[in-house]
Structures are given as structure tokens and as C-alpha cells.
């Protein structure tokens, strides 16, 4: 079983919906939990990093962290087509070691 | 502020071979991370360094080895290349190797 498993997708939602991204795990000792985009044939950006329980708001993005369900999730409100992208979350123990999901693969249609 | 850089961008080898790819952080930052990138494997960790020093190191071959100078300027080394090293080479940098990681735009290395 893998450490951190994420919605596969793809997803394909029309310009203006919510989107919700989703990724569960497994190992307790996760402390920092980011969310990546990752346009093609580019590294990934950093959007969103948080250690605590809750919601972390930053402008039209919300990453929600549950650590008592091991269930963490990005939103994405009035989506656009530039979000089209790769999502992956990421999980890191206060390491240099981040653990990945397999991203998620978002298309936003005009 | 200047961003991750990482050279060269595109690299084509022969199976046998061996390359070694760099990685500038960002200024400030000690800690430097490797990651592979493939379709079916996804993200991997290969290594990381702070201060000089491998503090961490994930399930790669002996072949895959890395290295990082005084100025946190990291290399990573690759010895007898084989098809299945294809991949995105990434590398990312933080300040003391703490989860907030800023990623290079990435090597591709197609071994032929």
C-alpha cells in the first residue's frame, strides 16, 4: 500500500466550477502537507503549504488538512482554463523527503 | 530572487554511459533534494543534502549518487546508464530542508 494515494482522475470541469482534489494517507508522523501544480514539461510549482489541522485559504485556493481522517484536499474556486495542470500533493515528516501523490490531471473548458 | 536552476535541460546518452546533472538553489538555501520523475513511478526521492552532507537517501541503486558543494550548488551523478534511467531529473531547494521545497524546471535525460 502506498504512503500517500490521491485521486487519479483525470478531471475535466467547465471554467467557473469548484474543483475539489483529494489525497488520503497513511504514516501519522506527516507533519507539512503542500500542494504542487505542474504544467507540462515544467517542474513543480509550490501553491500551498501547511502544517496544522484546518483550512488554509490563498486567494481563489483553500487546502484543508484532516490529520484525525488522514485526508487532505485543494480547492479551487472559479476555476480557469490557465489552472489546467498536474496536481500532487506532498507529504513530508520535517525531513528533506517529500512523498508524492501521483497527481491528479485537471483540463478547465472555456 | 532567482529560482532553482538546473542544467543542462535536455540530455541524450548511450546506455553504458554516465552524466551528471547540477542543481543551483536558491540563494539562502542549504538544503537541496533530487527527485526522478517517470509516468509509471511518478515522483521518487533520490536524496538530499544540507551543509554537505546526504541526510536522507531513498531506494536507488548505488549507481545514482550525488554530491554538494560549499556554496549548496548540488550535483547528482548517474554511472552506467541504462533505458530505465529516462526520466525527469528534479531537484528542489528550502532553507533548511523543511517541507515549504522549490523545484528546478527539471533535466530530461532520454538514454538510447
Known amino acids: 500500500q502506498k504512503e500517500v494515494e490521491q485521486d487519479p482522475g483525470p478531471l475535466s470541469v467547465p471554467e467557473g466550477a469548484i474543483v475539489s482534489l483529494n489525497c488520503t494517507y497513511s504514516?501519522?508522523?506527516?507533519?507539512?502537507f503542500m500542494w504542487y501544480r505542474q504544467y507540462s514539461r515544467k517542474g513543480p510549482e509550490l501553491l500551498m503549504y501547511?502544517?496544522?489541522?484546518g483550512n488554509k485559504e490563498d486567494g481563489r485556493f483553500t487546502a484543508q488538512v484532516d490529520k484525525s481522517s488522514k485526508y487532505i484536499s485543494l480547492f479551487i474556486r472559479d476555476s480557469q482554463p490557465s489552472d489546467s495542470a498536474t496536481y500532487l500533493c506532498?507529504?513530508?515528516?520535517?525531513?528533506?523527503?517529500?512523498?508524492f501523490g501521483d497527481g491528479t490531471t485537471l483540463t478547465v473548458k472555456p | 530572487k532567482a529560482g532553482v536552476t538546473q542544467t543542462p535541460r535536455y540530455l541524450i546518452k548511450t546506455r553504458g554511459q554516465q552524466v551528471t546533472l547540477s542543481c543551483s538553489p536558491i540563494?539562502?538555501?542549504?538544503?537541496v533534494s533530487w527527485y526522478q520523475q517517470t509516468p509509471g513511478q511518478g515522483l521518487q526521492f533520490l536524496f538530499e543534502?544540507?551543509?554537505?552532507?546526504?541526510?536522507n537517501k531513498g531506494n536507488f541503486p548505488g549507481r545514482f549518487s550525488g554530491r554538494q558543494f560549499s556554496n549548496s550548488r548540488s550535483e547528482m551523478n548517474v554511472s552506467t546508464l541504462e533505458l530505465g534511467d529516462s526520466a525527469l531529473y528534479l531537484c528542489a531547494s528550502s532553507l533548511a530542508g523543511n517541507a515549504e521545497a522549490f523545484f528546478g524546471q527539471g533535466t530530461r535525460l532520454t538514454v538510447v
Open positions: 543534502y544540507f551543509s554537505e552532507t546526504q541526510r
Open positions: 540563494s539562502g538555501h542549504r538544503s
Open positions: 506532498a507529504l513530508n515528516t520535517n525531513a528533506g523527503k517529500s512523498t
Open positions: 501547511t502544517y496544522s489541522s
Open positions: 504514516n501519522s508522523a506527516f507533519q507539512y
